[in-house]
């Protein structure tokens, strides 16, 4: 029996603008780089990575080659990438420098949604092409002294967690002592004392148990008060949550599939919202398309990622 979410008397409810048709087969991963004024997404199936001004104007296409899951601003500039097997770095040239491979001998296998917490420090998730459970990983990419062998540039990516189902939304709290984390097979949004030092996570705490009818719980950001804005894939909507698994907010798209949300914008007080089902060519229902909606309430940036220390790369 599926536990119900918790309700409010009151759900406020706002519906999403397009912000432009792009047609992406598959939109994931959007980012927030409060030091350029960018934010950035791909096109996890076509493998493009996408950048657009504050306004949401497209700025570039990178056309990367094979499925990118996330395209993460680096404190050196230019993009983290998480590609099917591993780790990239894409420069604004549109170089792209393989990092670390992790799973390049478990075809079966891609990473899915990364986030880099507020230290810096890069956590990205895998799941099966087929959606079988159990089979999931999320990773932290570490430095050498990581548990694995390390790879060319110094780099080991850290199991925290194993046996997920589809790994999925990432997020913090304030000071980022717990994280939130989505098994999109679980339905499920969880959290899990967190510390960047630790090679493990703290016991699982199920915080939302999103009903079958609402759609499929996909990306996931926080807010700056700690509400969790949820994706729902298939559901056509956005949802928010109180840090105790209360909705209270929904946000409404006229297309089935949005996939992930970033808070951005010059003030960060705008929600962009990406979107999947385009088919790789722009589309006037807006499938596939990248959407934004005033929240009326801010949303830390992106944390570019820090590279280890002793990694070396270029």
């Known amino acids: 029996m599926v536990r119900r979410q918790a309700r409010p008397a009151e759900i406020r409810r706002l519906t999403a603008e397009l912000v432009d048709g792009a047609g992406a087969v598959l939109g994931e991963g959007p ?12 096109d996890l ?18 056309a990367v080659g094979g499925h990118v899951s996330s395209a993460l601003p680096t404190e050196g500039g230019g993009w983290l990438l998480t590609t099917a097997d591993g780790f990239s770095l894409l420069d604004r040239h ?13 075809p079966e296998l891609r990473f899915n949604d990364a986030k880099c917490d507020p230290w810096g420090r890069a956590l990205a998730g895998t799941m099966r092409y087929d959606e079988m459970p159990g089979s999931a990983t999320l990773y932290r990419l570490d430095g050498a002294t990581a548990d694995g062998v390390p790879g060319a540039h110094g780099l080991a990516a850290r199991p925290l967690l194993e046996g997920i189902g589809l790994s999925n939304g990432l997020g913090w709290s304030a000071g980022g002592g717990t994280l939130y984390f989505i098994d999109t097979l679980a339905r499920s949004v969880a959290s899990h004392a967190y510390h960047p030092d630790e090679d493990h996570l703290g016991p699982r705490r199920e915080v939302v148990a999103v009903d079958p009818a609402d759609g499929l719980p996909d990306g ?12 729902l894939y298939r559901g056509g909507a956005v949802h928010r949550y109180t840090p105790d698994g209360v909705l209270d907010t929904v946000v409404t798209l006229p297309v089935p599939c949005p996939t992930s949300l970033a ?17 790789g060519r722009p589309n006037s229902s807006g499938a596939g398309g990248l959407w934004s909606v005033d929240p009326g309430i801010t949303g830390p940036p992106a944390t570019p ?10």
């Open 94 to 106: 549109g170089s792209v420098e393989p990092l670390l491979a992790v799973v390049d001998d478990r």
């Open 220 to 231: 996931m950001c926080v807010d700056d008060t700690g509400g969790l804005w949820v994706a």
């Open 45 to 62: 199936l076509s493998g493009s990575v996408r950048i657009y001004d504050g306004n949401g104007d497209h700025r570039a296409t990178f």
């Open 305 to 314: 990622w820090q590279a280890p220390e002793g990694v070396h790369h270029g």
């Open 31 to 42: 980012s927030w780089d409060a030091r350029t004024g960018e934010l950035v997404w791909v």
């Open 263 to 279: 808070f951005g914008g010059p003030h960060l007080d705008r929600l962009f919202i990406t979107t999947g089902g385009g088919w």
